[in-house]
């Protein structure tokens, strides 16, 4: 039965109130004038000061702010930002998000440069998220700047992000990567939630379609109930019976934010986050049963490799932010906040006339703490620094008994702007885990060569900590040689980015060298891959990627792709990657009617070369080296539509249209030739 967090019935009150209030209440007044600094930029740069609607002060209706005061609700825009002045290629806003079309988190990443998904193609499943070469264990997922990795595995399933509570979500890659959380070697992806400043009512409603009873809904409310609190509240469902056998999820996410402005410098915010899912995992395709032939992408003839294993996810995060702009500048923004998560998953495999299999495990991991960060810009330096404390748990697990840390960090990045020309930024952090302390450094520039062309390049060093899941996690299907060690990581990037009328394009070559690489090689024969934890010696990846967006006459043209090449320390090339991966898409995207309708209609599509790939283990949440048949190459093109029409969107989306049969990750079928339909609406009062 689901079970009501604390924080969601301790608002339906002020719900009932917002719902019931005083008209006087709707006269709200605007702050009075301050500072705002964030005007100053490099050139070439698409800054999110620029493109980002501040949505404490949009989303307030025209006529409630007709009449104001120094009395209205002040929010400084963006709040949680790893970095307000990031190019336009490095984030999504919530206005993007309506004209793309996603199933999940995951779908929203993929149209970003550098980004590799392993999708198990089934809702709710642990799809993996890789960046220039390096896997979801060297990639923090945060909220506002603060970690999700669950410490016990060290990850985050993308299914329990709900985009529509993103203000914004940002990817910060390369040299920067490893300043803003703990383990963020390879990537810092951030969701920017939204604070809504609604005078008036304001909900939003999402309600999609598609086929084996594929469904997803979302809904959201908010409006301020009185001069100096906002209440915003949220859901999400998202439900299928899956195309193959046992790969059925139901999934529920409910969201709460209160926000008190206590006076036009100094707001308190107080949320909870709470999902809870049950997901079936079938392990792919058996090959052994099926074969290799047409009958592994027909759900009636195909085998799954197991029928019964699943599991149930409950989750809490509770966060409580002060966040001030004391300095008295908009940018000069400081948050402090308190958080606290626990998660419980519940993993069953205990049918044991079906597989000879019996498994029933709950673990239980908590983990709560405190985040400082502070902003300081100015119009020739932009300083950025933070802190962290935090405490980490197992409370219950039968393959890593209890276990109990505390880790400590602080950060900090410093940016010279030098005549609108030259930007050079030095960042470091200090962390220290697992009682063993480590010092990450690192350096960039960006030049703006001419008004149209900006090349830039950094490089940094830094430490990945093992997860609790590499150094204890026991059971008869994983082994460990050795005690596991921390890796070193050495990053290179050099790039150039172009802007040329309506298009823009950006390109980059990385390098990254890891020493002592954690990795997760096949071990034994069992229904589910085996794991052996270990050391490498060097694991070397170089790679270009690219990435295009911009209009030409009435056509809207994205995409991005990347080009990737890892080799050992001994020479040998690695396969786990695709070499080459991309997706994009070209549309005819205008407004017309007398700007009434905002129509975007084309073909978007993706293409993996083949790879060797890995194998995904659902107990322990992990991808093993795939050393059994390759995968070979595989492309798909969707015919896409989407129309704004007013405050609605509705979306038209016929997935597959040649119906291509290819695997997007040992041995799992991408989705077959099917429509999804979708609407999503807001309305006021």
């Known amino acids: 039965m689901l079970r009501i967090p604390g924080l969601f019935l301790a608002s339906i009150p002020i719900f009932v109130i917002g719902v019931f209030r005083s008209p006087l209440d709707a006269q709200v007044k605007l702050p009075s004038e301050r500072k705002d600094t964030t005007r100053i930029a490099t050139p070439v740069r698409d800054s999110a000061y620029v493109t980002v609607p501040d949505t404490t002060k949009s989303a307030a209706a025209p006529d409630s702010t007709a009449q104001a005061d120094t009395t209205r609700m002040s929010t400084p825009s963006l709040v949680g930002t790893l970095d307000r002045t990031l190019d336009s290629t490095k984030f999504l806003t919530m206005n993007d998000l309506n004209f793309l079309d996603y199933r999940y988190a995951g779908d929203v990443l993929v149209t970003l440069p550098g980004v590799f998904l392993r999708d198990l193609q089934s809702e709710g499943q642990y799809s993996q998220v890789n960046m220039r070469g390096v896997d979801w264990r060297g990639i923090a997922i945060l909220m506002n700047g603060r970690q999700m990795n669950d410490p016990m595995s060290g990850v985050y399933n993308l299914y329990q992000i709900a985009p529509e509570f993103a203000d914004r979500i940002e990817v910060i890659t390369g040299p920067r990567a490893f300043l803003y959380g703990l383990n963020s070697t390879g990537a810092s992806i951030n969701v920017v939630t939204k604070n809504y400043n609604s005078n008036r009512a304001s909900s939003k409603l999402n309600y999609t379609e598609s086929a084996d009873n594929y469904q997803y809904s979302d809904g959201t409310f908010s409006q301020n109930i009185s001069r100096k609190?906002?209440?915003?509240?949220?859901?999400?469902?998202?439900?299928?019976?899956?195309?193959y056998a046992a790969s059925a999820d139901d999934a529920w996410n409910v969201r709460v934010k209160l926000r008190y402005n206590l006076s036009k410098d100094i707001n308190f915010i107080l949320s909870e986050y709470m999902s809870r899912s049950k997901t079936q995992f079938n392990g792919g395709i058996d090959l052994a049963r099926t074969g290799l032939s047409a009958r592994a992408f027909r759900p009636e003839l195909a085998v799954v490799v197991n029928q019964d294993a699943s599991e149930y996810i409950n989750r809490h995060d509770v966060d409580f932010s002060f966040v001030g702009t004391l300095l008295g500048d908009t940018t000069n923004v400081s948050t402090l906040t308190f958080y606290y998560s626990n998660n419980l998953r519940e993993y069953r495999d205990k049918e044991p006339g079906t597989n000879g299999v019996f498994v029933s495990s709950d673990h239980r991991s908590s983990w709560m703490?405190?985040?400082?960060?502070?902003?300081?810009?100015?119009?020739?330096?932009?300083?950025?620094?933070g802190a962290n404390i935090e405490l980490r748990q197992i409370e219950w697990s039968p393959n890593l008994n209890r276990r109990r840390n505390s880790l400590g960090s602080v950060w900090g990045k410093q940016e010279f702007l030098l005549n609108d020309i030259v930007t050079i930024a030095g960042f470091a952090r200090y962390d220290n885990a697992l009682r063993e302390p480590a010092l990450s450094i690192g350096a960039d520039a960006s030049i703006n060569v001419l008004p149209w062309l900006q090349v830039f390049g950094g490089l940094s060093t830094s430490k990945r900590f093992p997860t609790y899941q590499e150094m204890f996690w026991t059971d008869s299907t994983v082994s460990r040689p050795g005690a596991i060690t921390s890796e070193k990581h050495r990053t290179l990037e050099l790039g150039a980015q172009l802007q040329l009328g309506g298009m823009n394009l950006r390109a980059s070559f990385f390098h990254r060298t890891i020493e002592n690489p954690i990795l997760l090689r096949p071990y034994g024969s069992f229904l589910f891959p085996g794991v052996q934890y270990t050391n490498g010696g060097r694991l070397i990846t170089n790679g270009v990627e690219v990435n295009l967006k911009g209009r030409v006459w009435v056509l809207y043209i994205d995409g991005a792709g990347t080009f990737i090449t890892q080799q050992n320390e001994s020479g040998s090339i690695l396969t786990r990657y695709p070499r080459f991966s991309a997706n994009g898409g070209i549309y005819f995207w205008q407004k017309l009617i007398n700007d009434h309708l905002?129509?975007?209609?084309?073909?978007?599509?993706r293409y993996v070369s083949g790879s060797q790939g890995e194998l995904f283990n659902p107990e322990i949440i992990a991808y093993v080296a795939n050393e059994g048949t390759p995968l070979g190459f595989g492309s798909s093109v969707d015919g896409f539509l989407i129309a704004g029409i007013g405050n609605a969107f509705v979306h038209l989306v016929w997935q597959n249209l040649t119906n291509a049969a290819y695997y997007s990750t040992p041995y799992y079928p991408v989705y077959d030739r099917q429509v999804k339909l979708g609407i999503s609406w807001q309305f006021l009062d």
């Open 229 to 243: 609190i906002n209440v915003t509240l949220g859901f999400q469902h998202i439900g299928t019976d899956g195309r």
């Open 369 to 385: 703490g405190a985040l400082f960060t502070q902003d300081f810009h100015t119009e020739w330096q932009r300083l950025h620094i």
């Open 598 to 605: 905002d129509l975007k209609i084309g073909f978007r599509g």
